[in-house]
């Protein structure tokens, strides 16, 4: 009897606090359903991984090493960066890029909203992150969970659980974080702004071309994401390509549920109480908080600039749709238009600004990775 | 790690920071430039397209 309960009383307070956690991100997925294809195998994984000798996760029993189920699938899927890669192929073939295509001058509302990512670097820096750390935090800005996971392991950063927590949540939490911010940074004059969206035929060579040239453009100006927006135009490709209609389904549905289950609990393997528990987890949680308001930020400030310039005046709350967040970004800018004049449509042109940051985003993260690199 | 103001630290970002929002915005823009061209290139082909078919 005593051995079966002997594990019993390995049990930590901070294993409680974990599962906790994770019973909170079950609940959010569920009764709230924020993101939860991500939070769900999350939080059971968190509770997996924080049982007493969990044999989920490599223990270390009488002097050997036992290797967990989630440690091997983190080196197998994440360590290499296998599984964020295969789900861009997926989304690559979800995404239409069609309103960019027909208003490319979104695209720099993309570049504008990646703001955050090096705002928060600088300050995580500050608060005595070292920068492979502080890059890796930044990187939660990106509003993609993909490139967050990417960045964070490519830096082997310590924090990598955290920091997808964190990046899946503000994801989800897009509306919440958005209106304030978009609210105080512009006036009721502004947000009234009026853009009609003339409806521009793309050709099916354009679409087809985009991709091709996106990761050629993008593999010589920043190489380090070129798997990143590789896989994600490879994707791309697939769907529009319009003979492997097949093979773009299946990257939008069973690759990409696939990856994303085996991703969610793999990340847990990060969620050992040892590792998560501790101020530094809430300061980073903070940080990342702070990356999507200056994203946002970044993108009504930088609407605001062209406005300075331009005949065709900008509403600048479609700068803030330039962070990645698809397609909640840009669903909650339509929104906020509809709610100042419910004859203001914004949404193809927030649609159009949206995927240029998921373009924006991976190009940051490649771009970061080059500049921290040289720093150490 | 004990949270702490690390100015030394700090002062390595500006760089990054300025350099990485330019390498973004070139790059955007380059695509930007791309999309213009190839839309330009086949919407004439289009438009010859279309005007041999009208013939």
């Not at chain 1, 082997?156 to 978009?182: H, K």
């Not at chain 1, 990342?288 to 930088?302: E, K, N, P, R």
């Amino acid at each position: 009897m005593a051995d079966i309960f002997s594990n019993v009383l390995e049990i930590r307070w901070e294993m409680v606090l974990m599962w906790v956690i994770g019973g909170v991100l079950i609940w959010l997925a569920i009764a709230k359903d924020m993101e939860p294809t991500l939070l769900l195998p999350m939080g059971f994984g968190a509770i997996l991984a924080n049982l007493p000798t969990s044999g989920a996760v490599t223990q270390i029993i009488n002097g050997n090493t036992e290797e967990g189920v989630l440690d091997v699938l983190f080196n197998a899927g994440i360590a290499n960066e296998l599984f964020p890669l295969l789900l861009f192929i997926g989304i690559g073939a979800m995404i239409d890029f069609g309103p960019l295509l027909s208003n490319p001058k979104m695209l720099l509302f993309g570049a504008a909203a990646q703001f955050g990512i090096f705002f928060t670097f600088s300050l995580a820096a500050l608060l005595g992150f070292d920068l492979k750390d502080a890059a890796s935090i930044g990187i939660i800005g990106a509003a993609d969970g993909p490139t967050s996971i990417f960045v964070a392991n490519y830096f082997n950063s310590n924090y990598i659980g955290a920091i997808i927590v964190a990046a899946y949540s503000y994801m989800a939490l897009v509306p919440i974080i958005q209106p304030p911010v978009i609210r105080l940074f512009t006036t009721k004059k502004e947000r009234l702004i009026r853009m009609p969206y003339e409806q521009k035929e793309v050709s099916a060579t354009v679409r087809i071309l985009f991709p091709i040239v996106t990761t050629m453009i993008v593999g010589i100006l920043a190489p380090r994401s070129v798997a990143l927006v590789g896989f994600l135009m490879f994707g791309n490709l697939l769907r529009e390509c319009k003979v492997l209609r097949i093979l773009s389904e299946s990257a939008q549905k069973e690759l990409a549920n696939l990856v994303t289950i085996l991703l969610g609990i793999t990340i847990a393997s990060k969620m050992r109480y040892d590792l998560f528990v501790k101020v530094d987890t809430l300061v980073i949680i903070l940080l990342g908080l702070v990356a999507f308001v200056f994203d946002t930020i970044g993108g009504v400030l930088f609407a605001k600039l062209l406005n300075l310039f331009v005949k065709k005046k900008i509403n600048p709350m479609v700068g803030a749709a330039g962070i990645s967040a698809f397609p909640m970004s840009s669903r909650v800018v339509h929104k906020m238009g509809l709610k100042e004049d419910p004859t203001n449509f914004l949404l193809m042109h927030a649609a159009g600004a949206n995927v240029a940051g998921q373009i924006a985003s991976v190009v940051a993260g490649g771009v970061m990775i080059a500049l921290v690199e040289k720093l150490i | 790690m004990n949270i702490r103001f690390d100015v030394d630290n700090f002062l390595q970002t500006p760089g990054v920071v300025l350099f990485g929002m330019l390498g973004v915005f070139i790059a955007l823009t380059v695509i930007y430039l791309a999309i213009l061209l190839l839309s330009r290139i086949f919407k004439d082909n289009k438009k010859k397209d279309s005007g041999a078919t009208e013939k």
